[in-house]
Structure formats: C-alpha cells, structure tokens
C-alpha cells in the first residue's frame, strides 16, 4: 500500500477556487436579480363606468370603462382578447400627471411603442362594440375589462 502524502499548497489552491466560484456565481445571481423586471397585470377591479374626455379628464358617462388611476408605462402592452368586442384608447399623463396626449381608438394589440417621451403613467378607456343597450352596468365591467389584457412593469 502507498502513503498518500499530504500537499497543503494543493489544498489552499483547491479552496481558494472553489471561494472565487462562489464568488462569481454570487454577482452573477445578483446581476440577474437586478436585470428581473417584475410584470403586473391590471385587473377588473381597476376600472370603473365613466369616460376620459379628449382634455385627458374624468367624465360622467355609462358608455365606456376606464382605469380608476394611472399605472407606469415602463412595459406597457395591451393584448385584446380573441373574441373582444370592444376597443380601447390610451391617455398618457407626465410625472406631475399633467395630460399629455390620447392614442387613436385601438381594436389590435398595442406593443408599447408609441408611448410619448415624457410620459411617465397611463390611464385606459375600454369602450364596448357591442353592448345590448348602450349603457354599461357594474356586471358588464368585469366582462369588458377581461377582454382587454394590460401589463406593465412594477
């Protein structure tokens, strides 16, 4: 039988890689924690009947849905259902929630490229068409609002 003769060098050579790996993959798993953006998705909750005027203001109205507040442009997608039968417009606001601008009435997707420059949050106006009699009631909000997919960034 041989004698396995004891290197401590070898061994301090082994420990201090095997400290610098863990090093390494500890920045790493850092960096890809701080690169994960966490997305939300607005709920029927969110919304309420009325209307947004063309001034980016609250307006009485039993026509349409909107968004009760703004939420963060940072990652904005609105994505239609299949079958919806409604459309929807975009009112951008600034940081001081000054009205910006509103987007044309949408029926396709929205991929978040259009979003003006200052623009720092969004309010959604769904407008159903196809509604039995015109006037919305608070059963048909969560309807309406589930045809209508928005996420954004937290």
Known sequence: MQKVKFNGKLLK???????FLALVGAVIGLAIQRDRTVTERLGGEA????????????KDGNTAIRTR???????????LAKDAKIKFQLFFY???GKFI?????LTT?????AVPGTAETVRIMITPTEDEDGKITL????GYAKQLA???EK
Not at 13 to 19: G, K, M, P, R, S
Not at 47 to 58: F, Q, R, W
Not at 69 to 79: A, F, H, I
Not at 139 to 142: D, G, T
């Open 13 to 19: 050579n082994i420990l201090l890689a095997l400290v």
């Open 150 to 152: 928005v996420s954004y």
């Open 139 to 142: 059963v048909e909000v969560l």
């Open 101 to 105: 601008s509103a987007s044309a009435e």
């Open 47 to 58: 919304y309420t009947i009325g209307l947004i005027d063309e001034v980016g203001e609250d």
């Open 109 to 113: 997707d929205y991929d978040g490229s």
């Open 69 to 79: 507040d703004g939420v963060t442009v940072r990652g904005l997608k609105c994505t």
């Open 94 to 96: 600034d940081e001081a």
